[in-house]
Antibody, heavy 122, light 107 residues
Framework: EVQLAESGGGLVQPGRSLRLSCAAS????????IHWVRQAPGKGLEWVSG????????VYADSVKGRFTISRDNAKNSLYLQMNSLRAEDTALYHC???????????????WGQGTLVTVSS | DIQMTQSPSSLSASVRDRVTITCRAS??????LNWYQQKPGKAPKLLIY???NLQSGVPSRFSGSGSGTDFTLTISSLQPEDFATYYC?????????FGGGTKVEIK
């Protein structure tokens, strides 16, 4: 059974940092691209970042570019999101999601984790 | 960046109704369009990928069509478990943007 489990969320002050993790199981992790998608309370889905199977291709949304860094450790079946200079507008539930393919843009996101909540507030 | 516009933003329908949701891209995305269903408190679920391909395990009452800039998600006979919010997403270019969502409510 494919499982994605996010962790690392919490309450953080504006300007501070947080690192999210996503532990994957039930599939060959290094065969697929993985993404972070967030959802602010009561709002729609916003794609944040994606990383190809071998980390050669990494893309960010303009809203997080220069502040967030996505990475993966295929030996540990894990995905990460380092979030720096956090802002109130980064407050959201952060999901990791598996791509259908190995490369970004291969297709849809066929498995999602339940998410970890990040709240940025003083 | 490619913008995705869904319509309507919400609709009310009855069980067994036929429901159609539209998604329009700001430029051609060929058939690189995916549809998701999200229920309150749950993660999104992939329904349709590449515009018209039904994801494994998804009931056949769901179907997708379109190419280029205009796409449609159709639920042929709405069931009680289908009341949810539906999102389109393009996977042609980066960022792979989502539409704003369509909330399907009980009439």
């Amino acid at each position: 059974e494919v499982q994605l489990a996010e962790s690392g969320g919490g309450l953080v002050q504006p300007g501070r940092s947080l690192r999210l993790s996503c532990a994957a199981s039930g599939f060959t992790f290094d065969d697929y691209a993985i993404h972070w998608v967030r959802q602010a309370p009561g709002k729609g889905l916003e794609w944040v970042s994606g990383i190809s199977w071998n980390s050669n291709v990494i893309v960010y949304a303009d809203s997080v570019k220069g502040r967030f860094t996505i990475s993966r450790d295929n030996a540990k079946n894990s995905l990460y999101l380092q979030m720096n200079s956090l802002r109130a507008e980064d407050t959201a539930l952060y999901h990791c999601a598996k791509d259908i393919g190995a490369l970004l843009g291969a297709g849809g996101l066929d498995y999602w984790g339940q998410g970890t909540l990040v709240t940025v507030s003083s | 960046d490619i913008q995705m516009t869904q319509s309507p933003s919400s609709l009310s329908a009855s069980v067994r109704d036929r429901v159609t949701i539209t998604c329009r891209a700001s430029q051609s995305i060929r058939s690189n369009l995916n549809w998701y269903q999200q229920k309150p408190g749950k993660a999104p679920k992939l329904l349709i990928y590449a515009a018209s391909n039904l994801q494994s395990g998804v009931p056949s009452r769901f179907s997708g069509s379109g190419s280029g800039t205009d796409f449609t998600l159709t639920i042929s006979s709405l069931q009680p478990e289908d009341f949810a919010t539906y999102y389109c997403q393009q996977s042609y270019g980066t960022p792979p943007a989502f539409g704003g969502g369509t909330k399907v409510e009980i009439k």
